[in-house]
T-cell receptor, first 115, second 113 residues
Framework: KAGVTQTPRYLIKTRGQQVTLSCSPI?????VSWYQQTPGQGLQFLFE???????NKGNFPGRFSGRQFSNSRSEMNVSTLELGDSALYLC??????????????FGPGTRLTVL | AQTVTQSQPEMSVQEAETVTLSCTYD???????LFWYKQPPSRQMILVIR??????QNATENRFSVNFQKAAKSFSLKISDSQLGDTAMYFC??????????FGKGTRLHILP
């Protein structure tokens, strides 16, 4: 079974631009979560989608948004990029068990560099 | 507030030795999951082991085992017969029913030849 895939793997943008990252979950997994990983802040939860609905959101500004499609694929968008948005963005997919997220499996990440 | 604390930022051990990584957590939930994830230099986050809080038996996966002490809110990872490929950053994580994973800051583990 194929794992979680993320595209692109690397991105370089300049301040003020916007960016869209894509995540394809493991087949059969309907929940997709996004995380930001930086050396200073570690791994921080951005949001989680299930059945095309955002169920949970972390403490990030409104510049960070996402969506999920009917095939469970998800996209994450960051508008008006800032230097501090440079990070590794990880996507994780999971099954839903008893209405809650089960074990999460991660993709390889997208390395975003903002200049 | 839910927290996960890994008190060892960095550790080094010789190949074939046994090493234990520490993790403590705090949650008001009674039903939750705990995980250890490994992130090697390639950056791919890999699930090492998982423990359901309602299970008293400690989880084991080949050379990896945990010591889960629910009352003490402790969840340590033991790696036996360590190998060079075990070199990675290890993250302890807590998943509550609210579906948000909380990660610790990580322990960077070096396996020395």
């Amino acid at each position: 079974k194929a794992g979680v895939t993320q595209t692109p793997r690397y991105l370089i943008k300049t301040r003020g631009q916007q960016v869209t990252l894509s995540c394809s979950p493991i087949s059969g997994h309907r929940s997709v979560s996004w995380y930001q990983q930086t050396p200073g802040q570690g791994l921080q939860f951005l949001f989680e989608y299930f059945s095309e609905t955002q169920r949970n959101k972390g403490n990030f500004p409104g510049r960070f948004s996402g969506r999920q499609f009917s095939n469970s694929r998800s996209e994450m968008n960051v508008s008006t990029l800032e230097l501090g948005d440079s990070a590794l963005y990880l996507c994780a997919s999971s099954k839903i068990s008893g209405g809650a997220v089960d074990t999460q499996y991660f993709g390889p990440g997208t390395r975003l560099t903002v200049l | 507030a839910q927290t996960v604390t890994q008190s060892q930022p960095e550790m080094s051990v010789q190949e074939a030795e046994t090493v234990t990584l520490s993790c403590t957590y705090d949650t008001s939930e009674s039903n939750y999951y705990l995980f250890w994830y490994k992130q090697p230099p390639s950056r791919q986050m890999i699930l090492v082991i998982r423990q359901e809080a309602y299970k008293q038996q400690n989880a084991t996966e080949n050379r990896f085992s945990v010591n889960f002490q629910k009352a003490a809110k402790s969840f340590s990872l033991k790696i036996s017969d360590s190998q060079l490929g075990d070199t990675a950053m290890y993250f302890c994580a807590l998943l509550n029913r609210d579906d948000k994973i909380i990660f610790g800051k990580g322990t960077r583990l070096h396996i020395l030849p």
